[in-house]
């Protein structure tokens, strides 16, 4: 479709764009989304989001000197996402990171178990009361309903408390793991039932794996996300994709063959609405009702502090598995892009609810809490703390469904709907997102 071709008369509502897709939400869903309709042939897409930048929850924060981000964001040089923006791998930095968790006995071992600290050392009785425990849990508490009773089947009610496991699936869902929907366990946990049957444990013992990474880690640029994205827009921009960030939306309706969206400032009409944002404001936008209890999500907090120390571990990601603390984990950033002002910094992640949304709570308490635990012995210095809503969907009993349905409704609307916030989807990595969203359109998954 040609410019001209593109705008037309409507009457007393002015002049009204027309586009072949319109893509709300420019995070990661949003950005391949366009990609792939480039590759199907659509010639003029707008991509609209509420943010004034590109990338979505990817966000970053600086301050003299110090780069954080929210959240601890590693990507990797195999990504699907490098398929459809090559560019962006040479701006990525390399790294090198490492896990590890401080676990309830107030030690800093292995992420995210370590059977050495979290078993052998405690003794003859304690590895009896974790082997009986896991009899227990195998023979007469196999139905599962909830997170909780999944965890509790393959490593027993006592390794569960013990290694701090259950403390921190409550930090990491938001709410307590009984209250978490057993298909959303399923997917995520896989880890613990992969690791923990006994199949597992017999190869693992015939057959220890000593596989090296096959892929490069790797963080943002250390100006920032922008200058990631802005390779992304670059190539978007040049084939045809308009981009309006800062956008208000005002609804979603049906116009002839398409669908009218309507801005603050103005409407345009598209054959297709692509929608990557959240999924009850989706469906207000199209006048549905999303009926049912409201699809609740994760708000984080996160605090940025700089620290001249002994820090008391290695390793740049930190877990808290302890039984204390509203913190959820910490990534020390001056460890990929080295140390600012003489000092090192990290970002620490907090749930919000957990602390009543203040920053200054959340900061005392995560002092107090690495007081205790012989952490961060020095100076340090809060820089600064940012919020983030709708950071990960909380999936209480029934969520999964009810978001399902309405995708589905709004389907039946005409509107597609998916990604992290279009379709309520625990999405861990960019590399989930660009194989969903690839998949959503029926594109062939880019490798690996
Ligand atoms: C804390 C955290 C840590 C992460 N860690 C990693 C990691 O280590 N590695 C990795 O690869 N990925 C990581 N991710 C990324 C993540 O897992 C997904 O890949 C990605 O966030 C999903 O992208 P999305 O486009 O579906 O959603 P989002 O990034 O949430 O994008 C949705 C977009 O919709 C927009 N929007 C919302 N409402 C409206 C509205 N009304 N109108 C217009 N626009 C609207 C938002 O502004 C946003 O830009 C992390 C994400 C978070 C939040």
């Known amino acids: 479709m040609d410019d001209a071709a593109a705008r037309d008369i409507e009457g007393v509502e002015g002049l009204v764009e027309h586009y072949d897709a319109v893509v709300l939400g420019a995070g990661i869903s949003g950005l391949v989304s366009a990609s792939v309709l480039i590759a199907q042939g659509c010639e003029r897409i707008l991509l609209a989001d509420e943010y004034g930048h590109v990338g979505g929850n990817h966000i970053d924060w600086s301050s003299g000197g110090y780069t954080f981000d929210i959240g601890s964001l590693i990507f990797q040089d195999d990504s699907p996402l490098l398929a459809h923006f090559p560019e962006l791998l040479p701006r990525y930095v390399p790294i090198d990171p490492s896990w590890a968790r401080l676990n309830p006995q107030r030690k800093v071992t292995a992420y995210p178990i370590s059977p050495r600290d979290d078993v052998l050392a405690a003794g003859v009785w304690v590895v009896i009361s974790i082997m009986v425990s896991v009899i227990y849990a195998r023979l007469f508490q196999r139905r599962m309903q909830n997170a909780r009773d999944f965890a509790r089947y393959w490593i027993g009610a006592y390794l569960l408390h013990r290694t701090g496991l259950e403390s921190y699936m409550k930090r990491f869902y ?5 209250q978490i929907d057993i298909e959303l366990a399923r997917k995520r946990m896989l880890w613990i039932s992969e690791n923990a049957s006994l199949r597992a444990l017999v190869a693992r013992w015939r057959k220890p794996s000593r596989s090296a990474p096959t892929n490069r880690q790797l963080a943002r640029p250390k100006e920032g996300f922008s200058v990631l994205y802005a390779a992304a827009v670059e190539r978007l921009s040049a084939n045809g994709v308009t981009f309006r960030l800062s956008a208000r939306l005002e609804g979603i309706e ?6 009218r969206v309507r801005f603050g400032d103005n409407t345009v009409n598209a054959r297709r609405v692509i929608s ?23 708000t984080l907090l ?11 571990f290695r390793e740049s990601v930190l877990y808290n598995f302890s039984h204390e ?16 002002n003489d000092r090192e910094y990290f970002a620490v992640e907090v749930i919000a609810d957990h602390i009543g949304h203040s920053a200054a709570d959340a900061e005392a308490d995560f002092r107090e809490h690495v007081r205790k635990n012989g952490l961060f012995d020095g ?35 005409g509107v597609e709907s998916f990604g992290r916030q279009g379709a309520f989807n625990y999405q861990p990595t960019a590399r989930v997102s660009t194989h969903e969203a690839e998949a959503a359109l029926g594109a062939k998954l880019s490798p690996p």
């Open 379 to 413: 100076d340090l210095k809060l820089e600064g703390s940012q919020i983030l809503a709708n950071a990960y969907p909380i999936y209480r009993n029934g969520a999964a469904a009810r978001a399902a349905a309405l995708v589905d409704s709004l389907r039946k609307f």
């Open 174 to 178: 938001g709410v307590p793991a009984e």
């Open 325 to 340: 603390g509203a913190w959820k984990r910490l990534t020390v950033y001056s460890d990929f892009y080295g140390p600012a």
């Open 276 to 298: 990557t944002i959240p999924l009850e404001r989706a469906a207000a936008l199209c006048g549905i009702n999303s009926g049912g209890p409201d699809l609740e999500t994760i």
């Open 302 to 312: 996160s605090l940025y502090f700089s620290f001249s120390g002994e820090r008391g």
């Open 254 to 259: 049906h116009a002839g063959q398409g669908l």
